[in-house]
T-cell receptor, first 116, second 113 residues
């Protein structure tokens, strides 16, 4: 079956503009995660969705960042008033069943965001 | 101090060499340990998953966990040019069911033919 898909694959924007990044998880996966990977850095957790539960937003770096997940499937990460330090690869991952002991997350290819 | 520390490298080895990649961590709550491989401009893919201390082998790859030392390793035997990638260690806390992972910085490996 299809893996996690993300769009756009690349996004160049000007400082101060808003951007929306999209993630389509694997069908049937109940958990969805957003991570940020800056140049030469590991993955930084941003936000986690599980079913209809309130999302875990503990990793969002500022109130300019927000995310939603509609209908328990597609998710959108929004960055308002982008800054140059927001330039990074934004990765989405989904997981089959939260609460299971097996924690494998399947990652999408990422969206490379460049803020000029 | 970061919860998970990983030497970013880069690490360059000749084909056929044994590669050792390592991570240390500070939080004893971590119970799940994983190694992800990430090729250039791709998302990470799970390579190895371990839950307890000890060794786990899969083909040319061996994952080792030492909880007493808070140290994990990934060994690659008979390394191939196709192993050239960034290797990320990741850890999860067993007390939580969120599956939120904490990643190391990643080690860039180049295997030269």
């Amino acid at each position: 079956g299809a893996g996690v898909s993300q769009s756009p694959s690349n996004k160049v924007t000007e400082k101060g503009k808003d951007v929306e990044l999209r993630c389509d998880p694997i069908s049937g996966h109940t958990a969805l995660y957003w991570y940020r990977q800056s140049l030469g850095q590991g993955l930084e957790f941003l936000i986690y969705f599980q079913g209809n539960s309130a999302p875990d937003k503990s990793g969002l770096p500022s109130d300019r960042f927000s995310a939603e997940r509609t209908g328990g499937s597609v998710s959108t990460l929004t960055i308002q008033r982008t800054q140059q330090e927001d330039s990074a690869v934004y990765l989405c991952a989904s997981r089959r069943l939260a609460g299971s002991s097996y924690n494998e997350q399947f990652f999408g290819p990422g969206t490379r965001l460049t803020v000029l | 101090q970061k919860e998970v520390e990983q030497d970013p490298g880069p690490l360059s080895v000749p084909e056929g060499a044994i590669v050792s990649l390592n991570c240390t961590y500070s939080n004893s709550a971590f119970q799940y340990f994983m190694w992800y491989r990430q090729y250039s401009r791709k998302g990470p893919e799970l390579l190895m998953y371990t839950y307890s201390s000890g060794n786990k082998e899969d083909g040319r790859f061996t994952a080792q966990v030492d909880k007493s030392s808070k140290y994990i390793s990934l060994f690659i035997r008979d390394s191939q040019p196709s192993d050239s990638a960034t290797y990320l260690c990741a850890m999860g806390k067993g007390s939580s069911n969120t599956g939120k992972l904490i990643f190391g910085q990643g080690t860039t490996l180049q295997v030269k033919p």
